[in-house]
DNA sequence: CTACAGCCTGTAGTAACTACGGGTACAAGG
DNA sequence: CCTTGTACCCGTAGTTACTACAGGCTGTAG
């Protein structure tokens, strides 16, 4: 139970190479998503077993974590790959990196705006409703007005 | 100039007939989505000219001004579908209306919340740089931190 | 008569995956 | 030894809501 060889792991919890799969459970992102990163070069193609397989190392499994982090703050993969091409260059300052930090905080701050603008008329207009059973609704003649 | 014939209208400002630009320009719907809109079925398949392009009447204008509005206040396109069901069945009820719409505000106010505690992580982490030339970054750290 | 705008159709591209189909590889149980 | 089950392989299609062509016809103004 210590020596999880499908998923790759050897000793101790210390990972020195990891399947897929075993990549895919330790960090939370889908299988296919691996593969897909893969693809569009977000992820390095790993080296291969014998019989094909992926086989992933610590390396990989930081840079799948800094990926996903990345993501659930809601940059968008072309956001992501302006920050790892910054980290890959190594030659990246802090300041550039804020730079990408604070338009994304803008763009969401914008998003929360039109969200709240959405969440009042939608309030508005669901309370002029008497939730009669008359065919006669105040929503549908705000959505159908001249 | 007040009988613009290539818009498909007539006189004194009042509509007969439309083609596919006039509807684009007065609901402000590209014409491409009008088209697309009318291929999965939530727009109906207007009569044909006889050289074969599309007469919209003021029922059109109407509807699709109501689909405009709804995709406008957030309502993805299947929800506009059950809202337009609703409608084209003639016996929706102010409630079930209003279910629909609440059940929307709902996802908004999901969605803002979301969205803030992302604008408080990001603020954060950005707080946390000086901003310097060196490569030591601590919004990179906190991405790839273990 | 010749531009040029406007319309037609159908398909591909966008974002970021997810899911599927069809096939191979390998370990454990009987 | 064989079977069963899981994990992996690849490539493609589906998702949402459009947008953008490509290639061709029509219709009108100068």
Redesign the pocket.
Known sequence: MDSD????EVTGGEVTAL????L?RRTG?????V???E?IGIMPAPP???????RYDREHLKRLTFVKRS?ELGF????VRALLALVDGGDYTCGEVQDLTLKHLRDVRDKIADLQRLEVTLAEISDKCARGTIPDCPVIETLFRD
């Open positions: 060889v499908t998923d790759g399947s897929i799969g075993g895919s992102v889908h299988l296919e998503t593969r897909y990163y693809n291969r077993s014998a019989a094909g397989h992926r993501r968008t993969l072309k956001e």
